[in-house]
């Protein structure tokens, strides 16, 4: 067991653009491809972009942004590692993180799976399928942050809190976070609540969830859970140098690019099937609809770093104080 007094370094975890530029410089993309060449150096200039919008953003608000100095290897539980391809990805939970904990079940399975979405669901969500960084040695940790190929997909902050609020408190099969969280909303937030609501937890408004998400005491309290905790949270992008930086709106693209620095894009692709229940932004506008200017803005403050951070502008529908 790594004692959590054993820190990492956070100054030291890796150094994006050089491993990018020799990824593609080391990359075979097939004769007389220049079309190819030049599709994949304007990609990579795109994640360069979007590496340059996290540092500025970490410089910019660095009070808030790097509150520790240093990570713990319990910061590290979200990264998954493939040793075979040397490459770390943090997932972030409601950005097809079930599919691309597939992708990496089959990149790490050795010939066990091959489609990767023959991986049932909840296969791809046992914790021992996959190996994550928290689970080695500080100077193992150390080196693969160094040279190993790190990537994370983020998606708009106010779009992804309410997909994770539809996921997990409007399906009646949830009962596990209607009992863990519905019912603590339902006590704190609802006034006259009757003895059902408090005892089940399975009608949580979404009006109701952002009152939660804003309190003072459920921060004191405890972290947030994975689904609706900030990105830069979970995967700590002002410590850790990702290298690519996918987006849930240019998914396919994005992962398929990861896929093909990564040396498996000739048998490897990323799942193209789109959900009919997907969270959209008009959905999200709706949502919004019944959430007061004071709690919008205060709800904003909280998410505030992720929107800066990916570029994501303040979304039109939001009466920001």
């Given at each position: 067991?790594?004692?959590?007094?054993?820190?990492?370094?956070?100054?030291?975890?890796?150094?994006?653009?050089?491993?990018?530029?020799?990824?593609?410089?080391?990359?075979?993309?097939?004769?007389?491809?220049?079309?190819?060449?030049?599709?994949?150096?304007?990609?990579?200039?795109?994640?360069?972009?979007?590496?340059?919008?996290?540092?500025?953003?970490?410089?910019?608000?660095?009070?808030?942004?790097?509150?520790?100095?240093?990570?713990?290897?319990?910061?590290?539980?979200?990264?998954?590692?493939?040793?075979?391809?040397?490459?770390?990805?943090?997932?972030?939970?409601?950005?097809?993180?079930?599919?691309?904990?597939?992708?990496?079940?089959?990149?790490?399975?050795?010939?066990?799976?091959?489609?990767?979405?023959?991986?049932?669901?909840?296969?791809?969500?046992?914790?021992?399928?996959?190996?994550?960084?928290?689970?080695?040695?500080?100077?193992?940790?150390?080196?693969?942050?160094?040279?190993?190929?790190?990537?994370?997909?983020?998606?708009?902050?106010?779009?992804?809190?309410?997909?994770?609020?539809?996921?997990?408190?409007?399906?009646?099969?949830?009962?596990?976070?209607?009992?863990?969280?519905?019912?603590?909303?339902?006590?704190?937030?609802?006034?006259?609540?009757?003895?059902?609501?408090?005892?089940?937890?399975?009608?949580?408004?979404?009006?109701?969830?952002?009152?939660?998400?804003?309190?003072?005491?459920?921060?004191?309290?405890?972290?947030?859970?994975?689904?609706?905790?900030?990105?830069?949270?979970?995967?700590?992008?002002?410590?850790?140098?990702?290298?690519?930086?996918?987006?849930?709106?240019?998914?396919?693209?994005?992962?398929?690019?990861?896929?093909?620095?990564?040396?498996?894009?000739?048998?490897?692709?990323?799942?193209?099937?789109?959900?009919?229940?997907r969270t959209t932004d008009e959905m999200t506008t709706e949502f919004f609809q019944n959430i007061s200017?004071?709690?919008?803005?205060?709800?904003?403050?909280?998410?505030?770093?992720?929107?800066?951070?990916?570029?994501?502008?303040?979304?039109?529908?939001?009466?920001?104080?």
């Amino acid at each position: 067991m790594l004692s959590s007094a054993m820190l990492l370094d956070g100054h030291n975890l890796g150094c994006s653009a050089e491993i990018l530029l020799v990824l593609i410089a080391g990359l075979t993309v097939g004769k007389g491809s220049a079309m190819a060449t030049f599709i994949l150096s304007n990609t990579a200039i795109l994640h360069q972009i979007r590496r340059d919008q996290v540092t500025d953003t970490c410089r910019a608000n660095s009070v808030s942004s790097r509150k520790r100095r240093v990570l713990t290897p319990n910061d590290l539980k979200h990264l998954v590692v493939d040793e075979d391809h040397e490459m770390i990805y943090c997932y972030v939970p409601k950005v097809a993180c079930t599919n691309w904990k597939r992708v990496m079940m089959v990149l790490t399975g050795r010939g066990k799976y091959s489609d990767p979405m023959e991986i049932p669901a909840n296969e791809a969500h046992v914790s021992s399928n996959l190996k994550t960084l928290n689970q080695y040695s500080i100077p193992e940790i150390n080196h693969r942050l160094k040279n190993y190929m790190k990537f994370l997909f983020v998606r708009e902050p106010f779009e992804r809190l309410v997909s994770a609020y539809r996921n997990k408190f409007t399906q009646k099969y949830n009962t596990s976070f209607h009992k863990r969280y519905g019912t603590k909303i339902v006590r704190r937030q609802r006034k006259n609540a009757t003895q059902e609501a408090l005892r089940k937890g399975d009608d949580v408004k979404f009006e109701e969830f952002v009152a939660y998400l804003i309190d003072p005491h459920t921060q004191r309290e405890e972290p947030f859970n994975e689904h609706w905790q900030t990105v830069y949270s979970l995967c700590h992008p002002c410590h850790i140098h990702y290298d690519l930086i996918g987006k849930y709106e240019t998914l396919e693209e994005d992962s398929n690019y990861i896929l093909q620095l990564a040396g498996v894009g000739n048998y490897l692709k990323f799942p193209t099937y789109a959900k009919s229940t997907r969270t959209t932004d008009e959905m999200t506008t709706e949502f919004f609809q019944n959430i007061s200017s004071e709690h919008q803005t205060q709800l904003y403050e909280v998410y505030k770093l992720d929107f800066l951070m990916f570029n994501y502008s303040v979304p039109s529908y939001l009466k920001l104080e």
